[in-house]
């Protein structure tokens, strides 16, 4: 059995998804991220970095492992799936993870947070990371224009990217004319694993959405920031 530790984010659902494509076992539990609970002590024994998402393997005498990347490649070698076995192609899974842990998710991010939570906004940051995303999702389109997927077979790399991708409006970002990345988010969202690891936990938004529940929510996210900022000294 496994415990995850997460919330309805992208790095979060990554794991979920991953967890129901391996039909591993697994208790979910959902941490408050507006209330800090990431950041108390008992979680940071698990994760000292106080994020999520974070697993223990209970069959590994408690074993925790941190860091989204991380926690994939350790699924993937616990159960031999999910990445090829060759080195070769091994090597292919973990450059387009490693793509999306340093590019695409970093860069959506910062998106989100100049785009949708900063409380004021700086238009040259806004342009600078949605245009930097929008570079990356050429990148991924490139690739699959002579690709199903990123890595020979699907795989965790393919989950990685699509968890933080198929939120591409939340960070203002269209892809309307990346025909060959619009193929590949429809095929994997229509995988019933994927489905069911998107909603653990459910998001309590619609990330195309822009109603109350959006605004509620980006506001929420945007005290967040401040508070984060208070604590580092920026404001």
């Not at 700086?122 to 999702?137: H, S, T, V």
Request: charge should be negative.
């Amino acid at each position: 059995m496994i415990d995850l530790y997460t919330a309805a984010t992208p790095n979060g659902h990554k794991i979920s998804i991953a967890l129901e494509e391996l039909a591993l076992p697994y208790t979910a539990h959902t941490l408050n991220l507006s209330k800090g609970e990431p950041k108390e002590p008992w979680f940071l024994t698990i994760n000292p970095n106080g994020r999520i998402p974070a697993i223990v393997d209970r069959a590994e005498n408690d074993f925790a492992v941190f860091e989204s990347g991380a926690i994939l490649m350790y699924l993937a070698e616990k159960t031999g799936c999910l990445m090829a076995q060759d080195r070769r192609g091994r090597s292919q899974v973990i450059q387009w993870l490693m793509f999306q842990m340093g590019g695409i998710g970093p860069m959506m991010g910062q998106a989100n947070v100049f785009f949708r939570y900063f409380p004021e906004k700086i238009q040259p940051a806004i342009d600078r990371y949605q245009g930097e995303c929008k570079r990356l999702f050429r990148v991924l389109d490139s690739h699959l224009r002579e690709h199903e997927f990123l890595a020979g077979d699907y795989s965790i790399a393919d989950i990685a990217n699509w968890a933080w991708v198929r939120t591409h409006r939340w960070s203002g970002v269209d892809v309307d004319d990346l025909p060959h990345l619009q193929r590949w988010l429809g095929q994997i969202r229509a995988r019933p694993a994927v489905q069911t690891g998107i909603n653990t936990p459910p998001s309590v938004i619609d990330r195309d959405a822009d109603d109350d529940k959006a605004r509620q929510f980006a506001e929420e996210a945007r005290q967040m920031v401040e508070m984060g900022q208070s604590r580092q000294g920026g404001v």
